[in-house]
């Protein structure tokens, strides 16, 4: 791979990622998709996708949409390598990025690896993580059948994580730190109108409790101060805990390299960043919008402006 010398490389094959790649590769540009994890990004982790344009089909899933993503944009001669970048030089006319796999090279870069779940950064969350505490409802929901199951947090990702979460556990508890959801009026409407759904607000989970699994989460009224231990039911044995309380992006590794706010990378309107020839598209930018239809909006605007620069330097 050393040798090669891609027109564009796009790290992050999220919604940003594959449009970008379509884009790319249809416009005949030699384009490579470098992903660390699996394809899709945080949108194949979310079980229905109903605000997508043309997504509305009962049986579609953020993985069937992306899945279709990444083979529309390899249909077009998108190559995809698995790999995770641990250094890059965007600078110059070739730029280079190092992989614990291989090196890679190419004359523009779309940066594209997305945000990733933030943590609530209490004590007992890393020790329970996967013993209890989940960040993804469609990986981990069907481990509760039948159990009580709290989430945390008051944004969509909550709101729709808790409803999909009632498909399989007897109860679900939504703990908030306010007493007004953030979520879009459609999904707070189906929260409320949901009998398995009940509410904890203006409180904020202190700790969590368990050594084999969640046993306990301590919870703090924010009004009041006031402490309270939430215990699995002893039947049960075991409890669930989602927490969706935002993201954080993936971008450490542009540290120095790019300038960055709050670690999300600025550009123009048309995904221009301060590095000619580097272009940034989907959550990983400072936007309003944190959606699948933008992300790939970003993506197609990305690509387009890599062919651009790519002919204006022939
Ligand atoms: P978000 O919109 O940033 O919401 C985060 C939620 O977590 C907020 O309710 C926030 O409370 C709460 N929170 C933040 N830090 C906390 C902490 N340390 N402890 C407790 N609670 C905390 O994040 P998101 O829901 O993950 O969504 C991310 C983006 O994806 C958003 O742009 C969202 O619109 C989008 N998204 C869209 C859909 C959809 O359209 N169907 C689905 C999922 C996600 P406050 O409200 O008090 O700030």
């Known amino acids: 791979m050393m040798d090669t010398v891609y027109d564009l490389i796009i790290l992050g094959a999220g919604p940003a990622g594959l449009a970008a790649g379509l884009y790319g590769a249809r416009a005949g540009l030699s384009t490579l998709l470098l992903e660390r994890g699996a394809e899709g990004g945080q949108a194949a982790q979310t079980d229905?996708?109903?605000?997508?344009?043309?997504?509305?089909?009962e049986e579609e899933s953020g993985y069937t949409l992306t899945a279709r993503m990444l083979a529309q944009a390899e249909h077009f001669g998108a190559q995809k390598q698995n790999d995770e970048i641990r250094d890059v030089q965007l600078d110059g006319e070739i730029k280079t990025l190092t992989g614990?796999?291989?090196?890679?090279?190419?004359?523009?870069?779309?940066?594209?690896?997305?945000?990733?779940?933030?943590?609530?950064g209490?004590?007992?969350?890393?020790?329970?993580?996967?013993?209890?505490?989940?960040?993804?409802?469609?990986?981990?929901?069907?481990?509760?059948?039948?159990?009580?199951?709290?989430?945390?947090?008051?944004?969509?990702?909550?709101?729709?994580e808790a409803l999909f979460l009632t498909r399989f556990a007897r109860k679900v508890t939504l703990i908030h730190r306010r007493d007004q959801l953030r979520a879009v009026k459609a999904l707070q409407e189906k929260a409320f109108a949901n009998e398995k759904m009940d509410f904890i607000w203006n409180a904020e989970v202190v700790s969590l409790e368990g050594e084999e699994e969640l046993k306990a989460i301590q919870i703090k009224d924010v009004k009041t101060g006031e402490l309270r231990r939430v215990e699995a039911d002893a039947a049960d044995g075991m409890m669930g805990l989602f927490v969706f309380v935002g993201l954080d992006p993936n971008s450490a590794l542009l540290e120095g390299k790019l300038p960055l706010e709050k670690g999300y990378i600025p550009t123009d309107e048309k995904m221009h960043t301060a590095i000619p020839g580097v272009f940034a598209a989907g959550d990983i930018r400072v936007k309003d919008l944190r959606q699948i239809v933008t992300a790939a909006s970003d993506g197609a605007i990305a690509a387009m402006e890599a062919q651009r620069y790519l002919a204006e330097r022939e």
Do not use: H, Q, W
Request: with cysteine; charged share 20%; hydrophobic share 35%.
């Open 100 to 120: 614990a796999a291989g090196t890679y090279r190419a004359k523009t870069v779309i940066l594209a690896m997305g945000a990733s779940p933030r943590k609530l």
């Open 48 to 57: 229905r996708v109903e605000n997508y344009p043309g997504a509305m089909l």
């Open 122 to 160: 209490c004590p007992g969350e890393e020790e329970l993580t996967g013993k209890g505490v989940s960040y993804c409802a469609t990986c981990d929901g069907a481990f509760f059948r039948g159990l009580e199951v709290y989430v945390v947090g008051g944004g969509d990702s909550a709101v729709e």
